[in-house]
């Protein structure tokens, strides 16, 4: 009978939020997700891999823009630093939160050994686990543009797709053969732009499989390869809910860390200047746990870590369980091996749900026991030559699948914006420039292009938090694009003072292709 196996599938993505200001709250963003998630997370992965009867097997999808921080040097070498400063705050944590304080001091400093160990170079650390068969890497768009809302001008979703795997290859050494679309989102005829960039397959939502022409015969458990060539995976929702939900899932657990009480907000105002912060904001110091999901934020209990821990072994029994009986249900109606594939936001483990670096590393040391297999995407295709032909639903892995959230009252403003920008770069790509001075104009003008189709500052107006960041963001962008543009249409010369810095603060892609956005005649 057959078994059937289990797919982890990690987004780890972060805009852009590189700062030329130190303690910014972008710069925040990063440094947390390094300390709670990445490190963390290659830490379980490295473990296992070395582990006796353990075979961890993952696919995870590396931003473009995620990559382009990892690898910025004055972000790396401030990291130390700020992880220093979180140091000497918890040094200030009330007496009665002394005990969850020093158990996340020593977190901190664990992460600072391994991250000195390794001297920042995690994108090694990612190549590394790939080679030896551990992980597989995914690439995303180039700064994670919502495509189906760029479709109008088809070279801007090329632009997105070329860039990314350029920078895949020129930071971790080779061809990105899967990609995780930016929110799951498809539409009809991406796969076409998929296959000129050399991907070949993708992670949808469950209503891309199953909407999909002709319907599956396996549903969401086996994958589906479409007429131009590129097999897609469908998210299972049984296999996701567990985890993912805050609600109905584990992270709701009341032994598990809050998320939203921080120290940020409790320390007295001074003693955040003292260490050169400027106003209360979250700073990733949370000692308090869910307590109840009802509960007001200050009446919260202290969080107990070893309670916490041993949750952890008991949920991934639990989650290892239900996906045997879910694989044994499915292998009786199924005459190949079933599949079950199960996308989360890497962030989940370990910055959202901070025990989830804990629980992967259970999965991983409880999987022979509860007879579990995990497989990574690029070998399910490799054992699986003959695939049904069909074509998936257009999709997202928004609520019902549809691109609501990324198009609405909120952030529709943004949509003619980029269309006009597209536009103007695809003739101006046409039609090619005379100096060399321009193309280096051209090239940064791309850039801006890019980072203001970020769909996460839609999400974020959507969701109504930065929102003035979001605005800010995509409206610099989009100035610093036209300001360029115009340079090149009026062979201006722009200051010399100006062009640096710009470059300077928007510097990723190196290797961009103005190219990539020229005229499609068919």
């Known amino acids: 009978m057959a078994k059937g196996e289990l797919a982890l599938v990690l987004h780890a993505h972060l805009p852009y939020v590189r700062s030329a200001e130190a303690g910014s709250l972008e710069e925040d963003w990063f440094f947390q997700a390094l300390m709670e998630c990445y490190l963390p997370l290659l830490h379980v992965l490295e473990e296992a891999a070395t582990a006796p009867n353990q075979r961890p097997r993952i696919t995870i999808g590396l931003s473009p823009t995620l990559l382009s921080l990892l690898t910025a040097p004055e972000l790396k070498q401030r990291f130390p630093s700020w992880l220093a400063v979180r140091l000497d705050l918890l040094r200030h944590a009330p007496k009665d939160r002394r005990a969850a304080a020093d158990h996340l001091a020593d977190t901190i400093k664990s992460q600072l050994q391994y991250w ?40 801007a979703v090329r632009g997105q797709l070329r860039t990314a795997v350029r920078e895949h290859r020129r930071l971790l050494g080779e061809n990105p053969l899967g990609i995780w679309l930016p929110e799951c989102a498809y539409y ?14 993708a992670v949808l939502d469950g209503h891309g499989l199953l909407h999909a022409k002709p319907r599956p015969r396996y549903g969401v458990y086996a994958p589906i390869c ?41 320390l007295p105002l001074e003693q955040l200047h003292e260490l050169g912060i400027q106003e209360p904001r979250p700073l990733g110091l949370k000692l308090h746990r869910v307590t109840d999901q009802e509960a007001a934020l200050d009446a919260k209990a202290i969080y107990e870590p070893e309670i916490a821990g041993l949750k ?17 249900q499915l292998s009786t109606a199924m005459d190949i091996e079933p599949l079950l594939v199960a996308p989360f936001d890497a962030e989940l483990f370990g910055h959202w ?27 399910v295709l490799s054992a699986s030559p003959n695939l049904q032909l069909c074509e998936p639903s257009p999709s997202s892995w928004g609520q019902g699948g549809f691109h609501d959230y990324w198009l609405n009252e909120s952030n529709a403003w943004i949509v003619p914006e980029w269309s006009k920008a597209s536009q103007s770069m695809v003739q101006r790509c046409s039609r090619g420039v005379s100096q060399a001075s321009h193309l280096r104009l051209l090239q940064q003008a791309a850039r801006e292009l890019l980072l203001a189709q970020s769909s996460d500052w839609s999400f974020i107006l959507r969701a109504g938090t930065t929102t003035q960041l979001a605005k800010e963001r995509i409206h610099r962008h989009l100035k610093r694009f036209w300001r360029l543009m115009e340079a090149i249409d009026q062979n201006e010369d722009l200051p010399e003072e100006w ?24």
């Open 116 to 155: 000195l160990a390794c001297d920042g170079d995690l994108l090694g650390l990612f190549r590394q686990l790939q080679q030896c068969g551990v992980v597989d890497l995914l690439t995303c768009g180039a700064t994670h543009g919502y495509l189906p809302l760029l479709r109008e001008h088809p070279e």
């Open 188 to 201: 009809e005829g991406l796969d076409r732009w998929m296959l000129d960039s050399g991907l070949r397959y």
């Open 226 to 266: 479409s007429r131009n060539g590129v097999a897609f995976f469908g998210r299972d929702s049984g296999a996701t809910l567990p985890v993912w939900s805050a609600k109905d899932g584990y992270p709701g657990n009341p032994s598990y860390r809050e998320f939203h009480r921080d120290l940020g907000w409790d």
């Open 312 to 328: 952890t072994k008991v949920h991934a029994e639990h989650f290892l369980k239900g996906r045997r009986r879910q694989l044994d």
């Open 353 to 379: 749900w901070f025990e989830g670096p804990t629980f992967l590393a259970e999965l991983f040391r409880q999987a022979q026991q509860q007879d579990i297999s995990f497989t990574r995407l690029r070998d």
């Open 499 to 522: 062009l640096n810095a710009i470059e300077s603060e928007d510097n990723l892609f190196p290797m961009i292709q103005a190219t990539d956005w020229a005229q499609q005649n068919n």
